[in-house]
């Protein structure tokens, strides 16, 4: 743990703290009961049994919701085709993001 604690960056650490909020200890064990439980009738939903399923769940919807409100605007090829296209000649258009 001191060899952990000396060698590895604030910023990774941060970032395996991110990780196990969204992917918890022990959620393959808990997916795999409730395919058993399931199985065996229960009607119910994963994220109600379990609190682990129910991070996974809502980290879901989180990245579903951020790639639908992603989509409006224009970028990469297209966008790089657009900017190319004013005039036809580079002139320094600038799409206006946010406002």
Same mark, same amino acid.
């Given at each position: 743990?001191?060899?952990l604690e000396k060698e590895m960056p604030y $910023?990774?650490?941060l970032k395996w703290v991110s990780?196990?909020?969204?992917?918890?200890?022990g959620w393959r064990e808990d997916?795999? $009961?409730y395919?058993?439980?399931k199985a065996q009738g229960y009607k +119910?939903?994963?994220?109600d049994l379990f609190q682990s399923l129910r991070a996974i769940k809502i980290k879901q919807e989180e990245d579903m919701h951020r790639a639908e409100s992603d989509t409006a605007l224009p970028k990469g090829m297209f966008l790089s085709l657009m900017v190319k296209a004013k005039g036809?000649?580079?002139s +320094?258009?600038?799409p206006k993001i946010g406002g």
């Amino acid at each position: 743990m001191y060899q952990l604690e000396k060698e590895m960056p604030y $910023t990774e650490l941060l970032k395996w703290v991110s990780f196990f909020k969204h992917r918890p200890v022990g959620w393959r064990e808990d997916h795999r $009961t409730y395919l058993l439980l399931k199985a065996q009738g229960y009607k +119910g939903k994963p994220e109600d049994l379990f609190q682990s399923l129910r991070a996974i769940k809502i980290k879901q919807e989180e990245d579903m919701h951020r790639a639908e409100s992603d989509t409006a605007l224009p970028k990469g090829m297209f966008l790089s085709l657009m900017v190319k296209a004013k005039g036809g000649d580079n002139s +320094g258009w600038e799409p206006k993001i946010g406002g």
